[in-house]
């Protein structure tokens, strides 16, 4: 079985600094990795996956995250925020070739201007 | 395109109550798999369809069943309805060889149970 954590609840910023989400997660098989976003009141929107290749993977909305192995953790960054980046962001795992993945907690980024 | 829809939007019932929620899937994907969202919580996986058969489930009760129909749209069925069953419902379509790397969310429906 595969688990996730997502070390912060919530990550405050000021709007166009950098920030980084961090995500660690446990599994004994070969893995695929993926961020989502979820504004209020909305559903999922998958940000970026890892799935094999680069460990650096580049995302939708200028986001980037690290597949790190040997750290299995896979920390999703942006280099200068916006407000509208305010939201829910959920690291989540699935074993290679699975249907299912298992979610963190997620991580409240909140941008003040 | 319209993506994955759900209906309705917002839900309330009362305790041992039943209730059913609707998904369509976005065009081209044959596989639904339904989640929970409790307040502050990352989703949890239910079950998924697939060839109108329930694939996979998750630790869920069988209070909670599904359905898919020929055209790929899927129904959650929640029976005697607990208070813990208040959440948000996410349905996600997929492609069934193309795994969780396919697979779109819809907006999900609201359920609170009184």
């Known amino acids: 079985a595969q688990s996730v954590t997502q070390l912060d609840s919530q990550v405050p910023v000021f709007e166009e600094a950098p920030v980084e989400l961090r995500c660690n997660y446990s599994?004994?098989?070969?893995?695929?990795l993926f961020w989502y976003v979820q504004y209020p009141n909305q559903g999922l929107q998958l940000l970026l996956k890892?799935?094999?290749?680069?460990?650096l993977v580049k995302g939708i909305n200028g986001f980037e995250a690290e597949f790190n192995k040997s750290q299995t953790s896979f920390h999703l960054r942006k280099p200068s925020v916006h407000i509208s980046d305010t939201a829910e962001y959920f690291c989540?795992?699935?074993?290679?070739?699975?249907?299912?993945?298992?979610f963190g907690r997620g991580t409240s980024l909140i941008v003040h201007p | 395109d319209a993506g994955v829809t759900q209906s309705p939007t917002h839900l309330i019932k009362t305790r041992g109550q039943q209730v059913t929620l609707r998904c369509s899937p976005k065009?081209?994907?044959?596989?639904v798999s339904w989640y929970q969202q409790a307040l502050g919580q990352g989703p949890q996986f239910i079950f998924q369809?697939?060839?109108?058969?329930?694939?996979q489930r998750g630790n869920f009760p069988d209070r909670f069943s599904g359905h898919q129909f020929p055209n790929y749209s899927s129904e959650l069925n929640v029976n005697a309805l607990l208070l813990g069953d208040s959440a948000l419902y996410l349905c996600?379509?997929?492609?069934?060889?193309?795994?969780?790397?396919?697979?779109?969310f819809g907006p999900g429906t609201r359920l609170t149970v009184l």
């Open positions: 996600a379509s997929s492609t069934y060889r193309g795994g969780a790397d396919t697979q779109y």
């Open positions: 599994s004994s098989v070969s893995v695929y």
């Open positions: 890892y799935l094999s290749g680069s460990t």
């Open positions: 989540a795992v699935s074993p290679g070739g699975s249907y299912i993945p298992t």
């Open positions: 065009s081209g994907h044959d596989t």
């Open positions: 369809y697939y060839e109108e058969e329930e694939r």
